[in-house]
C-alpha cells in the first residue's frame, strides 16, 4: 500500500514563501512521476505542478510559473513544492499525488494520479 504524507502547510502574509513536502512510502518511489494539485473553497481541484520520475522534466500552471518550484528526492522519497511571492488566490488545500504512468502520461490531469495524499491547508492573507 503506498501512503503520502504531505507536511509545510500555514498561514501565511502575501509575498511570502512557504515550502511544502510530501514523503511517499510502501513503493519504490522512483517508480512514480509526482503532482502537486490544490482545490479552493467552491472551486474544482485544480492542477499546480508535476515532476517526472527522475526529475527531468518539470510542468507547472500558468497561474504559478515563476513563483512555485517542484522538486523531489528520490533517496529521501520525498517530493517538494517551494511556494514563494504567495498570493491570497493561492489559498488552497494542497494534494500531492502518484502517478505509475510513463512519459506519454499527462501529468497536468488528474486522471493520470493514482495514490493521493491527505493535503495540507495553504492560507495566505492579504
Known amino acids: 500500500q503506498v501512503q503520502l504524507v504531505e507536511s509545510g502547510g500555514g498561514l501565511v502574509q502575501a509575498g511570502g514563501s512557504l515550502r511544502l513536502s510530501c514523503t511517499v512510502s510502501g513503493r519504490t518511489f522512483s517508480n512514480y512521476a509526482m503532482g502537486w494539485f490544490r482545490q479552493a473553497p467552491g472551486k474544482e481541484r485544480e492542477f499546480v505542478s508535476a515532476?517526472?520520475?527522475?526529475?527531468?522534466?518539470?510542468y507547472y500552471a500558468d497561474s504559478v510559473k515563476g513563483r512555485f518550484t517542484i522538486s523531489r528526492d528520490n533517496n529521501k522519497n520525498t517530493v517538494s513544492l517551494q511556494m514563494n511571492s504567495l498570493k491570497p488566490e493561492d489559498t488552497a488545500v494542497y494534494y500531492c499525488?502518484?502517478?505509475?504512468?510513463?512519459?506519454?502520461?499527462?501529468?497536468?490531469?488528474?486522471?493520470?494520479?493514482?495514490?493521493w495524499g491527505q493535503g495540507t491547508q495553504v492560507t495566505v492573507s492579504s
Open positions: 499525488a502518484a502517478s505509475e504512468l510513463g512519459m506519454a502520461a499527462n501529468l497536468r490531469e488528474g486522471g493520470a494520479y493514482v495514490y
Open positions: 515532476i517526472r520520475r527522475n526529475g527531468g522534466f518539470t
